[in-house]
T-cell receptor
Framework: RKEVEQDPGPFNVPEGATVAFNCTYSNSASQSFFWYRQDCRKEPKLLMSVYSSGNEDGRFTAQLNRASQYISLLIRDSKLSDSATYLCVVNEDSWGKLQFGAGTQVVVTP | NAGVTQTPKFQVLKTGQSMTLQCAQDMNHEYMSWYRQDPGMGLRLIHYSVGAGITDQGEVPNGYNVSRSTTEDFPLRLLSAAPSQTSVYFC?????????????FGSGTQLSVL
C-alpha cells in the first residue's frame, strides 16, 4: 500500500467551476502536510501548507482530517491557468523524509 | 537569483555507464535532497543531506551515491546505470530542516538508460 494516495484524475473542470479532491495518508503520526503544484514536465512548486484548522489562499482552500487521515484541496472559480498536477506531500518525521503522492491532474476547459 | 541549478537537463546512457548529476543552490540551504519521479508513483526520495558532510539514504538509494562537501553542492552519482534508472530526477533544497514547506526544486533531469 502506498504511503500517500491520490486519485490520478484527470478532473475535467469548466472554467469558473469548483473542483475538489482528496489525498489519503497511511501514517497516523504524520506531522505536516502540503500541496504542491506541478506543470507538465516542470519542477514541483509549493502551493500551500495545510493546517489543522483548514486554511485558504485566494481561490484555494485546504483541509486536514486527522481522524480519517486525509487532506483535501478545493479550487474555486477555476482558471485555465489552474490546469496542472497537484501533489499531496506528507512529512512523517522531523528529518524531512517527505512522502509524495503521485498527483491529481486537473484540466480546466474553456 | 539562480535558486537550485540542476544539470544536465537530458542525458542518455548505455547500461553500465556511470555519470554524475549536478545540483547547486545559492540560498545557503542546509537541507538538500534528490528525488526520482516515475509515472504513477510520485516522487521518491533517493538520498538527502542536512548539512555539509552529512548524508543519509532515502527510500530508493540502491545504485546511487551522494556526497556533500560544501553547503552549495549535492551531486548524485549513478555507479553503473541500469534501465530501471530511467526516470526524471529532481534535486531540491530547503531551510532549515526540509520539513516540506518551501522546498525549492531544480528544473529536473530526464535520464534514459538504454
Amino acid at each position: 500500500r502506498k504511503e500517500v494516495e491520490q486519485d490520478p484524475g484527470p478532473f475535467n473542470v469548466p472554467e469558473g467551476a469548483t473542483v475538489a479532491f482528496n489525498c489519503t495518508y497511511s501514517n497516523s503520526a504524520s506531522q505536516s502536510f502540503f500541496w504542491y503544484r506541478q506543470d507538465c514536465r516542470k519542477e514541483p512548486k509549493l502551493l500551500m501548507s495545510v493546517y489543522s484548522s483548514g486554511n485558504e489562499d485566494g481561490r484555494f482552500t485546504a483541509q486536514l482530517n486527522r481522524a480519517s487521515q486525509y487532506i483535501s484541496l478545493l479550487i474555486r472559480d477555476s482558471k485555465l491557468s489552474d490546469s496542472a498536477t497537484y501533489l499531496c506531500v506528507v512529512n512523517e518525521d522531523s528529518w524531512g523524509k517527505l512522502q509524495f503522492g503521485a498527483g491529481t491532474q486537473v484540466v480546466v476547459t474553456p | 537569483n539562480a535558486g537550485v541549478t540542476q544539470t544536465p537537463k537530458f542525458q542518455v546512457l548505455k547500461t553500465g555507464q556511470s555519470m554524475t548529476l549536478q545540483c547547486a543552490q545559492d540560498m545557503n540551504h542546509e537541507y538538500m535532497s534528490w528525488y526520482r519521479q516515475d509515472p504513477g508513483m510520485g516522487l521518491r526520495l533517493i538520498h538527502y543531506s542536512v548539512g555539509a558532510g552529512i548524508t543519509d539514504q532515502g527510500e530508493v538509494p540502491n545504485g546511487y551515491n551522494v556526497s556533500r562537501s560544501t553547503t552549495e553542492d549535492f551531486p548524485l552519482r549513478l555507479l553503473s546505470a541500469a534501465p530501471s534508472q530511467t526516470s526524471v530526477y529532481f534535486c531540491a533544497s530547503s531551510s532549515p530542516s526540509g520539513t516540506g514547506e518551501k522546498l525549492f526544486f531544480g528544473s529536473g533531469t530526464q535520464l534514459s538508460v538504454l
